[in-house]
T-cell receptor
Framework: AQRVTQPEKLLSVFKGAPVELKCNYS??????LFWYVQYSRQRLQLLLR??SRESIKGFTADLNKGETSFHLKKPFAQEEDSAMYYC????????????FGIGTKLQVIP | EAQVTQNPRYLITVTGKKLTVTCSQN?????MSWYRQDPGLGLRQIYY???????DKGDVPEGYKVSRKEKRNFPLILESPSPNQTSLYFC????????????FGNGTRLTVT
C-alpha cells in the first residue's frame, strides 16, 4: 500500500527564516511525488513535481529514494507563503490512485 | 478559461436522501478523481477514472458511486447519504502520463443531518 506522511500539522517560522516541510513516503514501486498548496480561499494548486526538478516561488524539493523523502524547502520565508501544503504520491505514469498526506499548515510570522 | 467546475458549492441534506455532486472540466483531461477532505485526515481519494467508462476505487469508496459517460463530466453520487459523509469534497482532473498533475475544483461542502 502507498502512504504519505507529513509529520507536522503546523509549522510556524519567522519571515526571512528557512522553511522545510517534511514529507516521507512508502511505496514499493517507482513513485511520482508532488507538492500541492492551498492559499486561503483558493483552490488547491500544484506547486512542484519531482519529475520537473524546478523551483517555484523559491521552493525546491528533492526526491531522496534512500530515505523515501520529498521535503519541501525554501531558504527565506515570505508572508505570502502562509498556506496549507500537501505532499502527494502517485505511481509512475499517474494513471492510478493518488495518495495525499494530511497536510502541513505553514504560518509565516511577520 | 481552463477549469474544473463543481456544483453545488454548499449542500445541506438529510440522511438517506439521494444526491449528486457534479464535476465538469474543459481541458480534455483523461484522468478525473474525487477526494474528501476532513480535519486531521487530509485528502482521501474516493474514486478515480482513467478515461470514459473506466473507473476504479480509491481509498474510501464506501457509500459513493461515480460514472464517466463523457470525458468532461464525472459526477459523484451518494445514494443514501449518512452523517459520516459530511465533508468537503474536491473534484480534480489531469492529463495522463508524464504530464500528470491535478487541477482541482473549488470544492463542495456537504452537510448530512
Amino acid at each position: 500500500a502507498q502512504r504519505v506522511t507529513q509529520p507536522e500539522k503546523l509549522l510556524s517560522v519567522f519571515k526571512g527564516a528557512p522553511v522545510e516541510l517534511k514529507c516521507n513516503y512508502s511505496y514499493s514501486g517507482s513513485p511520482e511525488l508532488f507538492w500541492y498548496v492551498q492559499y486561503s480561499r483558493q483552490r488547491l494548486q500544484l506547486l512542484l513535481r519531482h519529475i520537473s526538478r524546478e523551483s517555484i516561488k523559491g521552493f525546491t524539493a528533492d526526491l531522496n529514494k534512500g530515505e523515501t523523502s520529498f521535503h519541501l524547502k525554501k531558504p527565506f520565508a515570505q508572508e505570502e507563503d502562509s498556506a496549507m501544503y500537501y505532499c502527494a504520491l502517485s505511481p509512475s505514469g499517474g494513471y492510478q490512485k493518488v495518495t495525499f498526506g494530511i497536510g502541513t499548515k505553514l504560518q509565516v510570522i511577520p | 478559461e481552463a477549469q474544473v467546475t463543481q456544483n453545488p458549492r454548499y449542500l445541506i441534506t438529510v440522511t438517506g436522501k439521494k444526491l449528486t455532486v457534479t464535476c465538469s472540466q474543459n481541458m480534455n483531461h483523461e484522468y478525473m478523481s474525487w477526494y474528501r477532505q476532513d480535519p486531521g485526515l487530509g485528502l482521501r481519494q474516493i474514486y478515480y477514472s482513467m478515461n470514459v467508462e473506466v473507473t476504479d476505487k480509491g481509498d474510501v469508496p464506501e457509500g459513493y458511486k461515480v460514472s464517466r459517460k463523457e470525458k468532461r463530466n464525472f459526477p459523484l453520487i451518494l445514494e443514501s447519504p449518512s452523517p459520516n459523509q459530511t465533508s468537503l469534497y474536491f473534484c480534480a482532473s489531469s492529463l495522463s502520463g508524464s504530464l500528470f498533475s491535478l487541477h482541482f475544483g473549488n470544492g463542495t461542502r456537504l452537510t448530512v443531518t
